[in-house]
Each structure stands twice: as structure tokens, then as C-alpha cells.
């Protein structure tokens, strides 16, 4: 498997619900980052979790990580139809190098 | 807000041919990457510059891929001879400094490349 991987592949809901994305990875990391791509742009940074916290919060964004399970979860709660999107984590390796390693990413469609 | 730009937004190309893709960073920004991603898959990272050299490349960076940051401003990525499987779209990504481990990075919106 590949340092991040995401899963649901995707993901379809209604607005309001909440949507769960997790991802799991293979080696010791520095932080987990998720990142939010329109269809067809560039990718924009949502949130970063240290490998030394175990969630954190950020307007409608909940993140988690569990080291000893090498997992993720993005969190978001009463989505709109304007969070359609796809949702990459990247791993910031505890490696010394700089590149971020990004997951296969989920497909989130909200619907209204 | 600052902005990472790329251009062209999309170009077109034969197989074979050179092609070249450029990236203004933001300003104050001291690392500098290129990703791709071929339609539908994951983003792959190519190559990462510092200092004015390459700090580390992917195996998909092979001798047919250079980077350089030709003046203070511009970061390019050349495609020496071009292939079919180079179609993607290209990301240009920086960040700060990432030494103090928490290393955003900031992504242009992409130069498609479409190779025939």
C-alpha cells in the first residue's frame, strides 16, 4: 500500500450531514496535513496535526490522529455543497527532506 | 492574500517537443516544489529546490526534467523531449521554511499539459 491512503474513495451526502475521511499511512511522520482540491485547481492547505496531538479543531474541521495506528480522520460537520471537493492528507515524513507525500484522496459531493 | 502563479494555464504539445512550465513563488518563500498529477490519481511529487539546487527528485524526475529559478523570481520546469504519459496537470508549491516542522506549502492552480 502507499504511505496515504484514503478512504472512502468517495463519498456522496446531503447538506448538513457530516462527512468522514480517513487516511492511514506507513512511516513515522512530522505532522499530517489535509488538503481541499476543487475540480481541476490547485490544492489548498486546510489543516496541519503535529504528530504530538491527538485532534484539533478548526471552524467546521476536525481533525485526528492516532500515531499508534498510522491513521487519520478530517471531520466535517454540517456540510455545504460548496465542501464538493476532493480531500488529500499529506504526510510531512520524519525523514529530514522537505516534500509532503500525499494520499490518493477522497471525492466528496455534497448535494443540497 | 499571496498567491503562487503558474503559467501557461494549459498548453498543448507533440510528443517529442520541449516544453517549458513556469512559477512565480510567493516573494518570501525559501523552498520550492513541483508535483503533477495525471488526471483522476494521486499528487506525485517531483522535485524540490533550495538554495538554488535540488534538494530532492522522484523517480518520475529522470534526465528528461530540469528545474531552475533563472532570476529572483521565476521557477521553471523544463520537459526536455516530451511523452505521451507526461500529459498531467503540474503543480508549483512553496512554502517558507519548512525547518520548524510544520511544512505548509502554498500550490499555484496548475499548468495542464497535454501531450499528442
Known amino acids: 500500500s502507499q504511505q496515504g491512503e484514503e478512504d472512502p474513495q468517495a463519498l456522496s451526502i446531503q447538506e448538513g450531514e457530516n462527512a468522514t475521511m480517513n487516511c492511514s499511512y506507513k512511516?513515522?511522520?512530522?505532522?499530517l496535513q489535509w488538503y481541499r482540491q476543487n475540480s481541476g485547481r490547485g490544492l489548498v492547505h486546510l489543516i496541519l496535526?503535529?504528530?504530538?496531538?491527538r485532534e484539533k479543531h478548526s471552524g467546521r474541521l476536525r481533525v485526528t490522529l492516532d500515531t499508534s495506528k498510522k491513521s487519520s480522520s478530517l471531520l466535517i460537520t454540517a456540510s455545504r455543497a460548496a465542501d464538493t471537493a476532493s480531500y488529500f492528507c499529506a504526510t510531512d515524513l520524519n525523514t529530514g527532506f522537505q516534500k509532503l507525500v500525499f494520499g490518493t484522496g477522497t471525492r466528496l459531493l455534497v448535494s443540497p | 492574500e499571496p498567491e503562487v502563479t503558474q503559467t501557461p494555464s494549459h498548453q498543448v504539445t507533440q510528443m517529442g517537443q520541449e516544453v517549458i512550465l513556469r512559477c512565480v513563488p510567493i516573494?518570501?518563500?525559501?523552498?520550492f516544489y513541483w508535483y503533477r498529477q495525471i488526471l483522476g490519481q494521486k499528487v506525485e511529487f517531483l522535485v524540490s529546490f533550495y538554495n538554488n539546487e535540488i534538494s530532492e527528485k522522484s523517480e518520475i524526475f529522470d534526465d528528461q526534467f530540469s528545474v531552475e529559478r533563472p532570476d529572483g523570481s521565476n521557477f521553471t520546469l523544463k520537459i526536455r523531449s516530451t511523452k505521451l504519459e507526461d500529459s498531467a496537470m503540474y503543480f508549483c508549491?512553496?512554502?517558507?521554511?519548512?525547518?520548524?516542522?510544520?511544512?505548509?506549502?502554498?500550490f499555484g492552480a496548475g499548468s495542464r499539459l497535454t501531450v499528442l
Open positions: 512511516t513515522s511522520i512530522n505532522n
Open positions: 516573494s518570501n518563500h525559501l523552498y
Open positions: 496535526i503535529r504528530s504530538n496531538e
Open positions: 508549491a512553496s512554502t517558507v521554511a519548512p525547518g520548524s516542522g510544520a511544512n505548509v506549502l502554498t
